[in-house]
């Protein structure tokens, strides 16, 4: 009788606890795993003061560490980022603070930056304001879920942020929060092609009429994977999905590995003329540094031809993410982000465009310290894409590509995409964003900069691990 009695209390427990995490909306793992979902939440609270007995450190992971994610974690959840007993990190540089910081009562507001000119050959009709430094950067519907598309369109617009839409067109659900977009025109052109797969210019006229289209975005390529399209497998390609990028529906949707209308720095600067012409809108350029040459040349092109100039240039590093890349591709093509956006900024300052073309960092830039660092380089903005889909709850379960995402960020599944609730996870990108901006300016004030425009190299040392101890120099 006790054992049967155990037994129906037990089997009671679990079937309350059961319900309650089926009814919740802020754990997508547990609304997506009852009960078992508990063991995951349970080895990461207790992970902190078990790790002291397992040879594996906070700063191992990749490609992104322990250290990285909770600090996403714990800012998206709005939460304290506070450390006791020192600091785990290692770090490979550090900013220089002055004796004396910016008090809080001589603090500013970040301004924002004009992206776009009035007037000239490279005008627009309608410039764009950016309100913050950091942004969302591009993850298409269809790769993503959704509710996950959602999420991030509600709570880009809570924190007063731009979003991309990625290659994959824009939807429904990129609108539905109000959010600033920016629509990206890919290698296949998606959203914006004709049947043959050529740039219509009645579907730009059409995404442009969107009020919340704010810039476009010619895509050259992605730091994960230089040189290769865009791959979304067909079990992600719905009729939705398929009507919005102007394909066939259940076949694979790959990408050409450039554009065939743009093969040289000429082709370029016509195709952003024509771009900026149809729309009215500010358009940018989304590439990998590979050759510095090439943006020597491209610059110096701007210069002498000023209608070719792009409004502003995303720098993305070799070491981005994306659903599915070649190994090789992802591992060894494409210069890092540490050395490309340095090239890319002194060659702009070079040409005199300082002021006229604005400089976007990416690539592994989702924490404070990494966002001032590019700042310092040069950057005017930095835009993130994984960073934010940690937001949201990714745990980095490295299953983007086959839909099955556990927390229902990339994922399929019906069931594992109903585990994300839009409106929790538009507060947590929200909550992530603002807490980025806030510590970042914690930064400069402490460099003593009364906000995050002053930054410049002579505010970061970089850090090199000798013999003996360390060596250091400007950045």
């Given amino acids: 009788m006790i054992v049967a009695a155990a037994v129906l209390i037990i089997a009671g427990a679990l079937g309350a606890l059961y319900l309650h995490d089926k009814r919740q909306t802020q754990h997508t793992i547990l609304r997506n795993f009852p009960v078992l979902g508990h063991v995951r939440y349970f080895a990461e609270t207790w992970g902190e003061y078990m790790r002291q007995y397992q040879y594996l450190p906070d700063w191992a992971e990749r490609p992104f560490n322990r250290l990285e994610r909770s600090w996403v974690y714990r800012s998206a959840k709005g939460v304290s980022n506070l450390v006791s007993f020192g600091s785990e990190n290692v770090p490979s540089f550090v900013f220089r603070n002055a004796p004396f910081a910016v008090l809080d009562e001589d603090k500013k507001a970040y301004p924002g930056k004009l992206i776009g000119v009035a007037a000239g050959e490279d005008a627009c009709r309608e410039p764009y304001v950016a309100r913050h430094f950091f942004n969302i950067s591009g993850m298409s519907y269809g790769a993503l879920s959704h509710a996950a598309v959602t999420a991030l369109s509600r709570g880009a617009k809570l924190a007063g942020v731009w979003m991309s839409t990625g290659e994959g067109g824009l939807s429904r659900f990129h609108l539905e929060g109000g959010a600033d977009i920016v629509m990206q025109i890919g290698t296949a052109k998606y959203g914006v092609r004709d049947e043959n797969g050529n740039l219509s210019e009645d579907r730009l006229r059409e995404i442009a009429a969107f009020p919340q289209v704010k810039m476009f975005e010619v895509k050259l390529a992605q730091g994960a994977k230089p040189g290769k399209g ?202 992530y964003a603002r807490r980025m901006i806030d510590e970042v300016e914690m930064i400069a004030h402490s460099c003593g900069l009364p906000d995050a425009m002053g930054f410049s190299p002579r505010h970061v040392t970089e850090i090199e691990r000798g013999v003996g101890g360390f060596r250091s120099h400007a950045g």
Avoid at 257 to 277: K, P, Q, Y
Avoid at 313 to 338: C, F
């Fill in 230 to 431: 865009g791959v979304l497998p067909g079990a992600k390609v719905s009729a939705e999905i398929a009507a919005i990028r102007g394909i066939p529906a259940g076949q694979d949707s790959i990408s050409p590995n450039r554009h065939r209308d743009i093969g040289s720095i000429t082709e370029l600067g016509a195709f952003i003329a024509r771009v900026r012409a149809v729309t009215g809108k500010p358009v940018g350029v989304k590439f990998v540094v590979g050759d510095p040459g090439f943006v020597d040349e491209w610059f110096a092109d701007c210069v002498e031809n000023p209608a070719h100039t792009p409004d502003y240039v995303q720098v993305d590093g070799g070491v981005g993410g994306t659903g599915a890349a070649p190994a090789p591709l992802a591992d060894y093509v494409g210069l890092p982000i540490t050395q490309a956006l340095p090239v890319v900024a002194a060659l702009r300052d070079e040409h005199g465009l300082r002021e006229r073309i604005r400089i976007i960092a990416a690539g592994k830039l989702i924490t404070p310290d990494k966002l001032a660092w590019a700042l310092c380089m040069g950057a005017d903005f930095v835009s993130s894409a994984r960073g934010f889909m940690f937001s949201m709850g990714c745990i980095q379960a490295m299953k983007c590509g086959t839909g099955k995402c556990p927390t229902g960020v990339t994922a399929v599944d019906p069931r594992l995409i109903a585990g994300l609730d839009p409106a929790d996870k538009a507060v947590r990108v929200a909550n």
